[in-house]
């Protein structure tokens, strides 16, 4: 039973640019989540997609949005990259249909030049 | 504004005693809390839960302690082992599990 992947798995941009980052969930989960994980710092929820909508969001400026396909996947997509953005981005499935447990990817290491 | 807080960023114990992680919210609204261990280069792997209506769950050398009226959590790791050795995560939800709002991480080392 394959967990939570995400690609890829580096990632070296410059200021300015546009980064998509993909997820895929753990088999049986219908629920994507996006975390940021700044060094030294724990995860902060970005935004959360159950159905292909957005369901909930954190404190995240708007260059940050987000896509669930029809079958569970989803994209988490940064415009205008800040250096600030430098982070690892962490991808965790859960199922409705469970406790709220969530189950996390091996993350994308984001570097912004 | 940080509304879990582990304000212990490291812990060194001995192979064999027992390990103790403190974590404190702020929040009375949350109803379920998560201990979460990172390796380096891999995701946060889930460890053990806790919902809001229990005081105590235990799961093989690995217990979590609830004090709501403290907004206190402890995940107590006996006897602690040297594969222990990671950073452990206090996360914090409502039981919609939407959101999940993190600590800032206590690494352990485990000493042989």
């Known amino acids: 039973d394959a967990g939570v992947t995400q690609s890829p798995t580096h990632l070296i941009k410059t200021r300015g640019q546009q980064v998509t980052l993909r997820c895929s969930p753990k088999?049986?989960?219908?629920?994507v989540s996006w975390y940021q994980q700044a060094l030294g710092q724990g995860p902060q929820f970005i935004f959360q997609?159950?159905?292909?909508?957005?369901?909930q969001r954190g404190n995240f400026p708007d260059r940050f949005s987000g896509h669930q396909f029809p079958n569970y996947s989803s994209e988490l997509n940064v415009n205008a990259l800040l250096l600030g953005d430098s982070a690892l981005y962490l991808c965790a499935s859960s199922s409705e249909t469970s406790a709220p447990k969530q189950f996390f990817g091996p993350g994308t290491r984001l570097t912004v030049l | 504004d940080q509304q879990v807080k582990q304000n212990s960023p490291s812990l060194s114990v001995q192979e064999g005693r027992i390990s103790i992680l403190n974590c404190d919210y702020t929040n009375s609204m949350f109803d379920y809390f998560l201990w979460y261990k990172k390796y380096p280069a891999e995701g946060p792997t889930f460890l053990i839960s806790i919902s809001s209506i229990k005081d105590k769950n235990e799961d093989g050398r690995f217990t979590v302690f609830l004090n709501k009226s403290a907004k206190h959590l402890s995940l107590h790791i006996v006897p602690s082992q040297p594969g222990d050795s990671a950073v452990y995560f206090c996360a914090a939800s409502h039981l919609t599990g939407n959101q999940f709002y993190f600590g800032t991480g206590t690494s352990l080392t485990v000493i042989p």
């Open positions: 997609y159950y159905e292909e909508e957005e369901r």
């Open positions: 088999s049986g989960h219908d629920t």
